[in-house]
């Protein structure tokens, strides 16, 4: 069965970086979209970023533009998200999403509708 198992969360200082990964299993990797989501207390999920499956096109929140980076490798079934600058109200629960069978384009899907699967979410808190 597919699995997402999220690692790297913590708690730092703002202004420090962060790097979550996204372990999956039980599909074909390369196949499908990737994508990062948070939720903070009382908010909604929000979209983070996300890479597509054919040729790495990224897309990212306009909260995280600039300060953080998605990355996937293909061939260790991992994503990563890279985060820079990070300040206090980056805290949230991180999780990671794969595509839907029937998301199929190049674009990158912000919906969370478009998401299949989910991992259990990282809790990544950064203080002021």
């Known amino acids: 069965q597919v699995q997402l198992v999220e690692s790297g969360g913590g708690l730092v200082p703002a202004g420090a970086s962060l790097s979550l990964s996204c372990a999956a299993s039980?599909?074909?990797?390369?196949?499908?979209?990737m994508g990062w989501f948070r939720q903070a207390p009382g908010k909604e999920r929000e979209f983070v970023a996300g890479?597509?499956?054919?040729?790495?096109?990224?897309s990212y929140g306009d909260s995280v533009k600039g300060r953080f980076t998605i990355s996937r490798d293909n061939a260790k079934k991992m994503v990563y998200l890279q985060m820079n600058t990070l300040k206090p109200e980056d805290t949230a629960v991180y999780y990671c999403?794969?595509?839907?069978?029937?998301?199929?384009?190049?674009?990158?899907?912000?919906?969370?509708?478009?998401?299949?699967?989910w991992g259990q979410g990282t809790q990544v808190t950064v203080s002021s």
């Open positions: 999403a794969r595509g839907a069978s029937y998301y199929t384009s190049d674009s990158v899907s912000r919906y969370a509708g478009n998401y299949a699967y």
């Open positions: 039980g599909y074909i990797f390369n196949q499908y979209a």
């Open positions: 890479v597509n499956m054919n040729d790495g096109r990224t």
